[in-house]
């Protein structure tokens, strides 16, 4: 088999093709989460927090000397972290309830089937005792 059919077979199974379509709606999926986070969520908790804009909150370091020697301060964008923060946690649990939901439709296996009984504990003594007698 040539390289070029091996991939063929490769990229034509199912579980790529599927894989492939997850990926594109789970990107898509992100940046609708990200989009409400960012234009609706976030907005109302700056509102309740003094009108204060969530994403532009930021500690700055002053780092001695560093205005005569040309270096910029350092700068810790804690708010962008928290709105990072609520954007997966907002996926993340959409992701939860998605797949609750798949799988509440989703055939339930069959149970396996049991294994042949054998003889009890009891009765493999008996047998063995009986055959000790005879010997």
Excluded at 34 to 55: C, E, Q, T, Y
Excluded at 78 to 91: H, K, M, N, P, S
């Amino acid at each position: 088999m040539s390289f070029i059919d091996e991939f063929k077979a490769f990229a034509l199974r199912g579980n790529v093709i599927d894989l492939a379509v997850g990926v594109v709606i789970g990107a898509s999926f992100g940046k609708i989460v990200s989009s409400l986070v960012d234009n609706i969520i976030m907005p109302i908790v700056g509102f309740f927090i003094a009108g204060i804009d969530v994403k532009d909150l930021k500690y700055t370091l002053h780092v001695p000397g560093a205005e005569m020697a040309g270096l910029p301060d350092v700068t810790i964008a804690y708010g962008a972290f928290v709105q990072t923060l609520v954007d997966f946690t907002i996926i993340a649990f959409a992701i939860f309830l998605m797949i609750k939901l798949l799988t509440r439709f989703m055939p339930k296996p069959a149970p396996a089937p049991e294994a042949p009984k054998g003889p009890s504990q009891e009765e493999l003594l008996t047998q063995i005792r009986d055959l000790l007698k005879k010997k």
